[in-house]
């Protein structure tokens, strides 16, 4: 395993097994199944840090795993415990404890599907240029961070890591997927985030916005895979900072992404190494993230 001077996991390494590796998450083959490690590595516009922020892998897992708990729906998920995971990996037990879980092989569908509750980020933008989000008009009269009258569906490509993923319609979803799977995911994406943003703000946080992954079981049915509602792949804003008109302090790594444009950072690799108060602030709101939803601490 590769850490850095803050003991943040930068680089699992299992020698035994085949890896394949993303911005955040190193995946290794076991045949029949997977194992996902959540590392502490941190990405920005598409650029992955060469530093990272301790105890993050720890939150997106961790919270990956309460939600698919708190919806109930079927999921990839074989087991966390790594009790339970085989013998081939108890060297690496008290390394993989807390950031990593066992699934299930399945077919991932070849489309990231966002849902939007309120008009910020990329969408804000496209907004502003032409009233649109992934090309579909909206009404006239939205201020950035407003709350959307409904919930937009506005999925993307995936891309490989370092392009970035582009802004879909409907009908190029359905394209890519055939219309009842693109349906399907259209009304799953929604449903689950206004579950889960109902939820949410019974805790004091807003989910402007969220990204879900799907995959397809053996037996066809469409199933939750990869994280599921993180910081990483979300943003939560503090309700009781929000306010129609600016973006709100995001508890999810919009800090980081706001430090990188106060340095003039040009969203190309390689990025820059995070400042020390930096990462320990980062941390700080991965953590509450965490605790405010959950109700429990790492390692609790």
Request: aromatic content about 8%; some cysteine.
């Amino acid at each position: 395993m590769k850490y850095d001077k803050n003991h943040a996991l930068l680089d699992c390494v299992i020698p035994e097994l085949p890896r394949k590796s993303g911005k955040v998450r190193d995946v290794f083959d076991l045949g029949d199944k997977l194992l996902m490690v959540v590392t502490d590595r941190i990405s920005a516009f598409d650029v992955i840090l060469p530093c990272g922020v301790p105890d993050k892998g720890k939150v997106l897992n961790k919270l990956s795993l309460f939600w698919m708990d708190f919806f109930g729906m079927k999921n990839h998920l074989v087991t966390a415990d790594v009790d339970e995971y085989p013998e081939i990996l108890r060297p690496y037990r008290n390394d993989l404890k807390d950031r990593s879980m066992l699934v299930k092989k399945v077919k991932m569908v070849e489309v990231e599907c966002i849902a939007r509750g309120y008009l910020t980020g990329s969408g804000w933008k496209e907004y502003c240029a032409s009233q649109t989000v992934n090309g579909e008009k909206l009404r006239a009269g939205y201020l950035n961070a407003s709350k959307l009258d409904e919930v937009l569906f506005t999925p993307t490509t995936k891309a490989a890591i370092g392009d970035h993923d582009e802004p879909i319609n409907f009908a190029q979803t359905a394209s890519l997927v055939g219309e009842r799977t693109a349906q399907l995911l259209k009304d799953t994406t929604i449903d689950l985030y206004q579950r889960a943003a109902d939820y949410a703000a019974s805790h004091g946080i807003i989910i402007a916005d969220t990204k879900f992954e799907f995959g397809i079981d053996e037996d066809g049915s469409l199933i939750l895979a990869d994280e599921v509602l993180t910081p990483d792949s979300s943003r939560f804003w503090p309700e009781a900072s929000y306010e129609v008109g600016r973006n709100p302090p995001s508890l999810d790594k919009q800090y980081v992404r706001d430090w990188l444009d106060s340095i003039n950072f040009n969203h190309q690799p390689p990025g820059p190494v995070l400042p020390d108060d930096v990462i320990a602030r980062t941390r700080e709101i991965y953590l509450k993230a965490y605790e405010d939803l959950s109700g429990t601490k790492i390692g609790g």
